[in-house]
């Protein structure tokens, strides 16, 4: 019994001092792989071996993505990694890797192993035959491109940036199929297609893709909304509504605008003068006056030079002649007239001596106040009488110190075209229309309500007699408008600040 007891003693001893064993008694897991780097040929090389030393450790194969299209490794028993790669076809070094993997053990690091194949003795060639692709805007039929890539060299294509929304490439053997959609556009618009081989060395080739704009049919257009009612004139030939111009988009067409009556017949009393040489195309309408009492309409007819595009019409509408100016109801009475405003239009060195003095004077009820000498701003309430005369004929003087000369002044025919200074002496120039609507020039006189015109009429006919006493000038108005209403009266006003309106000739020079 002791001898038992002592054997069994001795062989704890022994296990006790027997060294670390693995989990299967067969010693500490560990992984070694021995050679860490293998070299191969460019073409027909011979496959290689990997010896792998594994303790207590199960273990796999995995190539790396990179290199997996060209290199094989494969466990070929519990020892051994049998290493192979297909030909390298291109002149570069290529270089891979392969791992040796535990599988039963988190605590053994994984082993690699470099693998390097030599390039070939090659030269890469890339080409793309052509370099460009032009395109019609429609219906485009696809093109072809033919890619040249020797040296084992492999390629992509992509199209670039926004083009991609319109240019589709189809890659084939050795060529590139292009295709573009339509171009909704009448510019013309581009892009790039880059093909990208696969050896980085050999660089990038690019196609140009050009596509015509589209081709829109022949059409004319003008400003339509802003022409919806034409153009409008007054009868001195004001255009008091409408646009100042007709723009005219033409497309693919030359036009021609003319002046016309409602039958297409060609009329003359207004005009059109058209502007092509701009980025905006135009028409000009001129309207003569109106001298008769019925209004009158015509239109500007626009045509192209081709055909199958309708024609444009816009009106042309001026208002009949006003047989009467005046708008008054009844007699005006001037007297008691309070302020004066003056303006003298001296004669200039060459005028004849035969030639008047101009005076531009207007006279206002004391509640009335204009705010310069040509009475065409007011305030207040009140009566306005306008009178341009033509007085004795004065040079300039240094002192700038006119006298209207006393006697009686004469009303005579003015018109808009003889211009707003009387020519003759002792004349009182006749109120008529300006050419702009409500504009009233020359002898006028006017009844104003709070700054604002009520009525009025023009001075047709009649005397204004006028005596001056120092700075004061006494005038006895017997006058009558175009309507035959009298505009009478006697006031005395002062003519304290006379203002010279031009300056003499020679001092322009």
Request: aromatic fraction near 8%; charged fraction near 20%.
């Amino acid at each position: 019994m002791k001898r038992l007891l002592f054997i069994s003693a001795l062989c704890l001893l022994f296990a006790s001092c027997g060294g670390d064993k693995g989990p299967d008694g067969g010693g500490v897991p560990s992984l070694k792989v021995e050679p860490s780097s293998l070299d191969f040929a460019a073409v027909s090389a011979p496959s290689q071996s990997v010896t792998v030393t594994a303790v207590n450790v199960e273990w796999e194969v995995r190539v790396s993505d990179t290199a997996s299209a060209w290199l094989k490794a494969e466990k070929t028993d519990g020892t051994t990694v049998t290493v192979s790669v297909t030909d390298n076809g291109t002149p570069e070094q290529r270089t891979g890797s392969f791992t040796v993997v535990p599988t039963n053990s988190e605590d053994v690091k994984a082993k690699s192993v470099t693998v390097v194949q030599t390039g070939s003795d090659v030269e890469y060639k890339f080409s793309v035959e052509p370099a460009s692709l032009t395109f019609e805007a429609e219906g485009a039929a696809a093109q072809t491109v033919t890619i040249t890539a020797e040296g084992g060299l492999t390629w992509e294509a992509e199209v670039e940036g926004d083009a991609a929304s319109w240019i589709t490439v189809t890659p084939g053997e050795g060529t590139l199929e292009v295709k573009v959609s339509d171009n909704p556009e009448t510019a013309e618009r581009s892009g790039n297609i880059v093909v990208t081989p696969s050896a980085e060395s050999v660089g990038q080739k690019a196609i140009r893709v050009t596509q015509a704009g589209k081709v829109l049919p022949p059409s004319l257009s003008v400003n339509e909304e802003e022409l919806a009612d034409g153009f409008k004139y007054s009868a001195s030939g004001a255009k008091y509504t409408g646009p100042n111009n007709i723009r005219v988009t033409a497309v693919n067409t030359d036009w021609n605008a003319r002046a016309v009556d409602a039958e297409g017949n060609a009329v003359t009393w207004f005009s059109v003068k058209t502007n092509k040489e701009n980025k905006i195309q135009s028409i000009g309408v001129d309207v003569t006056k109106n001298e008769t009492y019925e209004e009158r309409v015509g239109y500007v007819l626009i045509t192209a030079t081709v055909e199958g595009v309708p024609e444009i019409r816009v009106s042309v509408t001026q208002d009949a002649a006003s047989e009467h100016l005046s708008t008054l109801t009844e007699d005006v009475d001037v007297s008691g007239m309070t302020h004066a405003y003056v303006g003298v239009y001296p004669n200039q060195s060459w005028h004849p001596e035969d030639k008047a003095s101009g005076w531009n004077i207007t006279v206002t009820t004391e509640n009335l106040t204009t705010t310069g000498p040509m009475g065409t701003v007011y305030s207040g309430s009140g009566v306005a009488l306008c009178l341009s005369m033509g007085s004795e004929h004065m040079p300039f003087n240094d002192d700038q110190e006119y006298w209207m000369a006393d006697g009686i002044y004469t009303v005579v025919k003015r018109e808009a075209e003889t211009g707003e200074i009387p020519e003759q002496q002792m004349t009182v120039g006749s109120g008529y229309a300006g050419y702009w609507p409500g504009q009233r020039m020359s002898s006028w006189v006017m009844c104003i309500e709070e700054g604002e015109f009520v009525k009025g009429g023009p001075v047709a006919a009649g005397t204004v007699t006028v005596t001056r006493d120092g700075d004061n000038y006494t005038f006895v108005v017997e006058l009558a408008d175009d309507f035959d209403f009298k505009i009478t009266g006697v006031f005395t006003v002062l003519f304290d600040d006379i203002r010279q309106m031009d300056l003499p000739t020679d001092n322009y020079n």
